[in-house]
């Protein structure tokens, strides 16, 4: 039961707590992040590692004054806790309730609402910079920022742009060794070399042994500081590449020792200038489970306990769409040695692993770098590579300029295959992939399509590593089911009838399919006879197939679980107006201009109308079959 918590209405409540107090509240924590996974998937592991951090954070800053920032944002759960949500714990992740990431609207002490990486360092110095102008200088500017999430671009061009900067920076870097998968690359190698520093290992407990005689406000740490600092340099060099960009480089110490972050963050309070503080941390501390397994853990299943029999069947999952394009990518490595694919540190999400073992060379982890992952998949291409960038479609959102440039405008055959493409559920407004139908299809070159169902993934996925142009096909997070049908083979800028009637159509983008034909068996036994397309394509669109049908059909309804502006919808409208078709009786059914928020994916398709339900009810709205029944009673 927790005893501190609760009691625990802002970070200045903290502030007369005794160590052993401060201790206890680390277990307090852990608990409950224990008690929240039981009952429901969420970030775990990462969370468990900063508890501490998190704390000597809100014990020496006055986050209602200076800034703080954590970096994507999945590891906020302990800075909610501290930070008077501990009542709304419960509700994290649920509709209506806590988000799982920082959220502004409900704390001050939220400052943007984040779940992509990388942008920690860029923010705080816009903060920072803010604060001297209007003469809060004082103030003190924070960025926690992960080791997975360091090496993205934008992260060395705040680095570049630092030593420029008036005001305080703090950049904490939480070293814990891992991304969601083992973390990868020279970055990753760089900070291996740091932890080797004596300052970290030999010569620890002199140094901190040291630092206990040293009075933590004043000039003498500021001499001790720079001694310490001088000797750490001559020493092993640990740090330059940041010294050398103008940063003060200071550790790296043990993230899980409350007092020693306390004693280094008072310290770097006192530092001018940018200072990184290099923390090392343990993913998954305090949950045995976790901590030697944080690639599962990163956001486990819920109710996860070691050795339960169905563990080992939550980990594989039923069959989702992501599984299937797993299966057809590595089909076409197997049958094409050209074929390469690409992930930017999503491997475990893409349920890529197997592919990682079975391809190694072919197989490409760049780290949380999308732009650079684009623009590597073209140099590929250009090289005579087929290559599969295999991505989330938020998170493809980086590299919207490297996939106009480098590929779209070269016109090169990379495949994008965008995964969590649609509502992600209880992640949120971060992470659903609403906008790539948009940003896909306005370039030239580019074919662009959707899968109606598992099989029609398989057959994309194949004809797209045999094209010769930029490919891009997006499927949801959500098992994937197959429509039993007489199947059209796939065909360039061909959408499929499944059925022809005369009430009505229904044009359904995606993998709605399955809810909009249900849909369409529900209407006729309201006696409606409604076409269905599968349109496969939203470009090249199937003006052919489409038009007559808009031209004969009372009404038509377009289906996509993505945004409205700019999506399959608005394709169709586009290619009405300039083939000079009435279009005023088209309908679109998808995500409008609003952002989101999270909740269960069931429930949120079904406010937008988007499952089969929906589908009908707008159907008969527009068929004035409702009319008709009340008329005739
Ligand atoms: C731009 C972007 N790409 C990918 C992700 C997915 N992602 C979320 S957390 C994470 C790992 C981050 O590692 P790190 O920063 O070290 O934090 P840790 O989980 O280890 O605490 C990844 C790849 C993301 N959130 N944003
Ligand atoms: C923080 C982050 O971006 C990832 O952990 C993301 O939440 C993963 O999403 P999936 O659970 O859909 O793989
Ligand atoms: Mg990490």
Wanted: hydrophobic share 40%; proline share 5%; with cysteine.
């Amino acid at each position: 039961m927790a005893e501190l918590l609760p009691t625990i209405k802002s970070p200045e409540d903290l502030q007369n707590f005794t160590t052993a107090q401060l201790n206890q509240l680390a277990g307090e924590i852990r608990e409950v992040l224990c008690n929240l996974v039981a009952t429901r998937t969420a970030h775990f592991a990462s969370n468990l590692g900063v508890v501490e951090l998190c704390i000597a954070l809100h014990r020496t800053f006055d986050f209602k004054q200076d800034r703080l920032i954590w970096d994507t944002g999945h590891q906020v759960y302990p800075h909610k806790l501290v930070t008077g949500r501990y009542d709304q714990f419960n509700t994290m992740r649920t509709k209506g309730g806590l988000m799982g990431y920082p959220n502004p609207s409900e704390s001050p002490y939220d400052l943007f609402m984040t779940g992509h990486a990388g942008a920690s360092v860029s923010t705080v110095m816009g903060l920072a910079s803010g604060d001297y102008l209007a003469g809060h200088g004082d103030r003190h500017a924070v960025a926690v920022i992960g080791d997975g999430a360091f090496p993205c671009g934008m992260v060395f061009e705040a680095l570049n742009n630092a030593k420029t900067l008036k005001g305080n920076l703090i950049i904490i870097l939480n070293d814990n060794k891992m991304s969601i998968c083992p973390r990868v690359g020279g970055v990753a190698d760089y900070f291996d070399r740091l932890r080797m520093n004596p300052f970290y290992t030999g010569f620890k407990h002199e140094i901190v042994k040291a630092l206990n005689m040293v009075p933590v406000f004043g000039d003498p740490t500021e001499r001790f500081l720079a001694q310490l600092k001088e000797g750490v340099k001559a020493g092993l060099h640990g740090g330059m590449l940041f010294e050398e960009l103008g940063v003060n480089y200071i550790g790296p110490i043990d993230g899980h020792n409350i007092p020693l972050l306390r004693k280094y963050l008072e310290m770097v309070k006192l530092q001018k200038g940018p200072t990184l503080l290099h923390v090392v941390t343990e993913k998954g501390h305090g949950y045995d489970p976790a901590a030697e397994d944080p690639v599962y853990y990163h956001t486990p299943p819920a109710i996860c306990k070691p050795g339960d029999a169905k563990e080992e069947e939550k980990r594989e999952g039923s069959k989702a769409y992501t599984n299937y394009a797993r299966d057809a990518i590595a089909g076409a490595m197997r049958r094409n040695e050209k074929v390469t694919v690409l992930t930017a540190a999503m491997c475990q999400g893409t349920k890529m692993e197997p592919l990682r073992d079975e391809f190694g060379d072919r197989f490409f982890d760049t780290g949380i770098c999308e732009s650079h992952t684009v623009a590597f998949a073209a140099g590929q291409a250009k090289a005579g590579l087929r290559p599969v960038v295999n991505i989330y479609s938020t998170f493809l959102q980086r590299s919207f300029d490297q996939v106009f440039q480098e590929v779209a405008l070269q016109d090169l055959p990379v495949v994008f295959t965008m995964d969590r493409a649609g509502i992600t559920a209880a992640d949120g407004p971060t992470h659903h992939g609403m906008y790539d139908v948009g940003y896909m299809r306005m370039f030239p070159n580019m074919i662009v399509m959707a899968p109606g169902d598992a099989d029609e993934l398989t057959a994309m996925i194949d004809f797209a590593v045999e094209a010769d142009h930029p490919t891009a096909i997006r499927y949801p997070k959500t098992n994937a089911e197959n429509i039993k049908r007489d199947r059209a083979p796939l065909e360039l800028g061909k959408a499929e009838v499944l059925k022809r009637g005369q009430d009505g159509a229904v044009i359904c983008y995606g993998a709605q399919l399955s809810e909009a034909k249900k849909a369409v068996e529900l209407l006729s036994k309201d006696g409606l006879d409604i076409t269905l397309v599968n349109a496969r394509f939203v470009k090249p669109f199937d003006a052919e197939t489409i038009l007559p049908i808009l031209r004969e059909s009372p009404f038509v309804i377009t289906v996509e679980e993505g945004a409205l502006l700019t999506g399959f919808g608005s394709a169709l409208l586009e290619e009405a107006a300039d083939a000079g078709v009435d279009a005023s009786h088209v309908k679109r059914l998808g995500i409008p201009d609003v952002f989101v928020q999270h909740g269960d994916r069931a429930e949120i398709l079904a406010e937008l109308q988007l499952d089969s339900l929906g589908i009908a009810t707008v159907c008969r709205q527009l068929a004035g079959v409702e009319r008709k029944v009340s008329s005739s009673h």
